[in-house]
T-cell receptor, first 114, second 113 residues
């Protein structure tokens, strides 16, 4: 069974600075998808970014980018120019290419200081 | 476009009562998922449907939980009888079948006293 590990329960970043959230996963599959979801205090789960495992190029979405290291089974999220609105719980998630189930990590709370 | 709609947003009930949570997926999406979020267990999949048919209910905790999808635009998750340990946030998500991205509703916060 696949597992997702987020080893940082909590992180802090100064406004306008850059922060990196870590995620590792375990799988025997070669093709899959990885995601980062953001959960602000409103509880809404918001998709931040997605990565297809067969694509070597790291995904980017504006200030959000990932460092996908397939061999190391690592999928970190970098947030540049952090804003107060980035404060939230961030979840890393895995999905098999041929499956439907999302497997989530435990989450990392990100605090942004002004 | 409207996103995934869940109701109610908050539910407080007493132990032993029946609870019904409702979900309307994004129009056109034919896969629907029910997740539960707790402090102890994090986010876990309870059940999912493809084209209104339950495909995997292995995450349903016990027989007190049941889910239905009578049509493409509506699903329910029922707990009968409810217990305090069922207190959690329940999320519904939908996607196009075979698509990789699931879109989540706002969740229902259930408190069982």
């Amino acid at each position: 069974a696949q597992t997702v590990t987020q080893s940082q329960p909590e992180m802090s970043v100064q406004e306008a600075e850059t922060v990196t959230l870590s995620c590792t996963y375990d799988t025997s599959e070669s093709d899959y998808y990885l995601f980062w979801y953001k959960q602000p205090p409103s509880r809404q789960m918001i998709l931040v970014i997605r990565q297809e495992a067969y694509k070597q190029q790291n995904a980017t979405e504006n200030r959000f980018s990932v460092n996908f290291q397939k061999a190391a089974k690592s999928f970190s999220l970098k947030i540049s120019d952090s804003q107060l609105g980035d404060a939230a719980m961030y979840f890393c998630a895995y999905r098999s290419k041929n499956g439907n189930k999302l497997v989530f990590g435990a989450g990392t709370i990100l605090r942004v200081k002004s | 476009d409207a996103g995934v709609i869940q109701s109610p947003r908050h539910e407080v009930t007493e132990m032993g009562q029946e609870v019904t949570l409702r979900c309307k997926p994004i129009s056109g999406h034919n896969s629907l998922f029910w997740y539960r979020q707790t402090m102890m267990r994090g986010l876990e999949l309870l059940i999912y449907f493809n084209n209104n048919v339950p495909i995997d209910d292995s995450g349903m905790p016990e027989d007190r939980f049941s889910a239905k999808m009578p049509n493409a635009s509506f699903s329910t998750l029922k707990i009968q009888p409810s217990e305090p340990r069922d207190s959690a946030v329940y999320f519904c998500a939908s996607s196009l079948q075979g698509a990789d991205t699931q879109y989540f509703g706002p969740g229902t916060r259930l408190t069982v006293l």
